[in-house]
Antibody, heavy 119, light 107 residues
């Protein structure tokens, strides 16, 4: 079955960088758009970014535009989120999400990786 | 950006009750709306897509309806496992905004 496993989270100082990864399995990764969604502690869901099936078309939330970059390696079934100029309000659980069955809806979710931005 | 406003934000109900959550969009979004359920410590789970279609494996007591700017999620005969937080999401345009969530608690 579909499995999405995030990694790369941790504690980073304000202004620092972090690269998240999401290893996908159980479906043909190269055929589907992928997203990152985040959830600050005790708060709601916030969509962060999308990459198209081929990595050519990307969209970002205004809150991360110019600081975060979404990308994918279809040869390794892996999704990435490069996060630069991190701020305390970027602290959140970051979910890797796929639209693998009911396109374009978010039908497959990883368990998330926690990013804490703090000095 | 399209804003989604859910009401109520908190809901207290008993097992066996029927509850309704409303999601209002700031602009027309046709039927491009989904509902998700999230339990503490877990990732969200897709319940309803295209406003009214039940995701595979989701019990039939969950029902979605609406079009345009007003949508509802109804849960008939609440079960203990239904107590969770529910989010609506629009997929009509970017950014893919979520509602603020409705926490359904046991009375």
């Amino acid at each position: 079955q579909v499995q999405l496993v995030e990694s790369g989270g941790g504690v980073v100082q304000p202004g620092g960088s972090l690269r998240l990864s999401c290893a996908a399995s159980g479906f043909v990764f190269s055929k589907y758009a992928m997203h990152w969604v985040r959830q600050a502690p005790g708060k709601g869901l916030e969509w962060v970014a999308l990459t198209s099936y081929d990595g050519i078309n990307n969209h970002y939330a205004d809150s991360v535009k110019g600081r975060f970059t979404i990308s994918r390696d279809n040869s390794k079934d892996t999704l990435f989120l490069q996060m630069n100029s991190l701020r305390p309000d970027d602290t959140a659980l970051y979910f890797c999400v796929g639209s693998t069955v009911v396109t374009p809806y978010f039908d497959s979710w990883g368990q998330g990786t926690l990013v804490i931005v703090s000095s | 950006d399209i804003q989604l406003t859910q009401s109520p934000s908190f809901l207290s109900a008993s097992v066996g009750d029927r509850v309704t959550i409303t999601c209002r969009a700031s602009q027309e979004i046709s039927s491009y709306l989904a509902w998700y359920q999230q339990k503490p410590g877990h990732a969200p789970k897709l319940l309803i897509y295209t406003a009214s279609l039940l995701q595979s494996g989701v019990p039939s007591r969950f029902r979605g309806s609406g079009f345009g700017t007003v949508f509802t999620l109804t849960i008939n005969s609440l079960q203990p496992e239904d107590f969770a937080t529910y989010y609506c999401q629009q997929l009509n345009s970017y950014p893919r905004t979520f509602g603020q969530g409705t926490k359904l608690e046991i009375k």
